[in-house]
């Protein structure tokens, strides 16, 4: 069992007084908050390491590449990638995604090919496939949910049965539903089909050890911020395979071999998809919260979202007047919930919940296709991590009976 007390020590915004209240951040899966060690660490790296790398030979440089290239390789080991030449850092999920989008998918997608996305994706990973089928006359194909509000797959072994599917797009884990989509057998039934796989991992990478040599998927992305890390950071990965058959995304200084008057040549992965300066102390970061995180440990940390997310759920199931979206207990899903207050918008509900020091998302949750599908234009979202417990649920709960109280 977490010491949750001992962990909420770490975290300093925790000791903030919103309004008077004490602060129960539930906004995790918009972003989680940042550890001493990390925030140490940033600290650090200004004080005693910052230079521009791999441009000069002089001592600050040679210790800001090299913590640079250590970050690249903690991501390859928490991820179990084959080699750091398959880590690109970006600024985050979204850039990752577009990455993909604007250099394998406008180079290999055609007329009349299909890409599969799912209706619970998040905006990130619907805008830049609708971009590359504008572009190249390609076709969107949506798998929905089924009666237990999990992804029905046996329509998507049924959309797959179409040769021209060379892509599914799909998150591994829902940031509104919290569902846990079962990406390993996806992954299997997209491959069998000649189709190539993309994972939103932005979800899934606060919570669940991924290791994509066991998963098999083409590539995979996820933003540092979520997993306690700092903004500004993101990760790819690509398939060891695929590297050298995909072009630069962006242009610029670092990501050449030479340049001549009239044409370029560019370095290997991951060199030429980080144009210009990098986010050097981000990576750092990043690495710094790995070694927080794997401290814990990630199935730790599921396990903790999961108790707290059958906890929450018991109790708000017996409130009448709160709707719950998503599967009714806890099994393969993280520590989000969405829910309505009968009468209530969303907004007011989030907004009133603020005055006693509860941090929770309102509105579409960049999901807006997902919001129709479930006849509602948004929820509320509760999101729960590593350092929330019971008692801050209890208190949340109460929250919600004085907001029905407001509007009755």
Request: glycine share 6%; net charge negative; hydrophobic share 40%.
């Amino acid at each position: 069992m977490l010491d949750v007390l001992k962990i909420k020590e770490d975290f300093p915004v925790l000791k903030t007084a919103p309004h008077g209240k004490k602060l129960i951040y539930f906004d995790n899966a918009a972003t989680t908050q940042k550890p001493t060690y990390v925030i140490d660490a940033l600290s650090k790296y200004y004080k005693e390491y910052n230079a521009n790398v791999y441009r000069s030979p002089h001592y600050l440089s040679a210790l800001s590449t090299e913590a640079y290239e250590e970050a690249k390789d903690a991501v390859r080991r928490f991820i179990n990638a084959k080699s750091s030449e398959s880590i690109v850092f970006t600024r985050n999920a979204t850039e990752s995604i577009n990455l993909v989008a604007y250099t394998w998918g406008l180079k290999h997608i055609g007329e009349g090919d299909v890409i599969v996305l799912t209706i619970a994706e998040h905006h990130s990973n619907i805008l830049p496939w609708q971009m590359v089928a504008e572009k190249k006359g390609a076709k969107l194909k949506y798998v929905h949910l089924d009666e237990n509000s999990r992804l029905d797959l046996d329509e998507l072994k049924s959309i797959l049965k179409d040769e021209k599917v060379k892509l599914v797009a799909l998150q591994h884990s829902s940031n509104v539903l919290g569902i846990i989509n079962p990406v390993y057998e996806i992954v299997n039934l997209s491959h069998e089909n000649g189709a190539k796989v993309l994972i939103d991992g932005a979800q899934s990478i606060p919570n669940m050890k991924i290791d994509v040599e066991k998963l098999g998927c083409d590539f995979y992305a996820f933003s540092g911020h979520k997993m306690m890390g700092p903004m500004g950071i993101g990760v790819l990965y690509i398939k060891e395979d695929l590297l050298d058959d995909i072009p630069p995304f962006l242009s610029g200084g670092e990501m050449i071999d030479e340049v001549f008057e009239d044409h370029s040549t560019f370095a290997p992965s991951p060199l030429k998809f980080e144009a210009g300066t990098p986010n050097v102390e981000g990576a750092y970061g990043l690495m710094k919260a790995i070694e927080y995180v794997e401290k814990i440990g990630l199935d730790n940390i599921l396990k903790h979202e999961q108790e707290l997310t059958e906890y929450a759920l018991e109790k708000l199931s017996k409130i009448d007047y709160v709707k719950l979206y998503g599967p009714k207990d806890a099994k393969d899903r993280t520590g989000i919930i969405s829910f309505n207050v009968e009468n209530v918008h969303p907004h007011d509900v989030a907004t009133i919940l603020d005055q006693d020091g509860i941090a929770v998302r309102s509105g579409h949750h960049c999901c807006q296709p997902l919001m129709r599908y479930l006849g509602v234009p948004a929820t509320v979202r509760a999101s729960f991590y590593v350092y929330n417990d019971k008692s801050e649920v209890d208190a949340f709960v109460d929250g919600l009976k004085d907001v029905r109280k407001w509007f009755r």
